[in-house]
């Protein structure tokens, strides 16, 4: 069941485009798992549709604004003939649902489906944990971790934010337990143990815009090379 969302104001802003690209890419993607949170994606679209559609009532088409002028012709083009290789792109592209670690598949909310191919090789961490960037260009530095069952992240804060995103399983981290679909926001003012609760483990999405900081025993020694396993 999930029980953490993100909140009323991030979804209006996410529906406005008011986002940093992190943070929407991670509301969108938790949206695909959410059906609360995409109705009232929905209902705040069609709210803001309306209001814009009342500032224009009454006028003529070439009197609307330019930014609805664009809207309504984007509505109402037709879609244009497709290549050869555009359609074996598209083909292609409805097999990137999911990524695979030791043969287990494991499918990706539909925001996630473009980041597929841009997912590098899984490594071994310390214990039982698996990480695999993902090159996000300019939108923010990001993983795909596996936490084996009984597997933890070292006791840490964060020098900025972390945003997570449960893809399958459960975790625990010594504040709140997490299932599929929740949308976990950590700062500083944070200090967490993530470890897996489920039988068959727990993978997360996670982006953070500075590197984690080890707060417990030997995970400290770590901090000058944080970078290099959690940025």
């Known amino acids: 069941m999930i029980n953490f969302h993100p909140t009323l104001e991030q979804l209006r802003a996410f529906v406005t485009g008011d986002l940093p690209p992190a943070l929407s890419i991670m509301v969108s993607a938790h949206c695909d798992m959410c059906p609360r949170c995409m109705e009232m994606v929905d209902s705040i679209t069609e709210e803001l549709a309306q209001e814009s559609f009342d500032e224009v009532s009454g006028q003529e088409s070439h009197e609307l604004p330019n930014s609805m002028q664009s809207m309504l012709a984007d509505i109402t083009k037709l879609p244009s003939s497709l290549s050869a290789d555009e359609l074996i792109t598209i083909a292609k592209k409805k097999d990137n649902n999911h990524i695979e670690l030791d043969g287990r598949k494991f499918p990706l909310p539909r ?43 070292p006791e840490h804060t964060h020098r900025g934010t972390e945003y997570t995103l449960v893809i399958n399983g459960e975790f625990s981290d010594g504040l709140n337990q997490y299932d599929s679909g929740d ?4 700062d500083s003012t944070h200090t967490h143990t993530p470890e897996a609760v489920s039988h068959d483990g727990c993978l997360v999405f996670s982006m953070v815009d500075e590197p984690l900081h080890f707060t417990s025993g030997l995970a400290r020694l770590l901090n000058p090379f944080s970078h290099l396993f959690f940025r």
């Open 111 to 153: 925001t996630l489906h473009r980041y597929v191919n841009k997912t590098g090789n899984w490594s071994s961490l310390v214990g039982k944990l698996w990480q695999a960037p993902v090159d996000m260009g300019t939108q923010g530095v990001a993983n795909f971790i596996f936490m084996g069952h009984g597997g933890s992240v």
């Open 183 to 186: 949308f976990i926001l950590m």
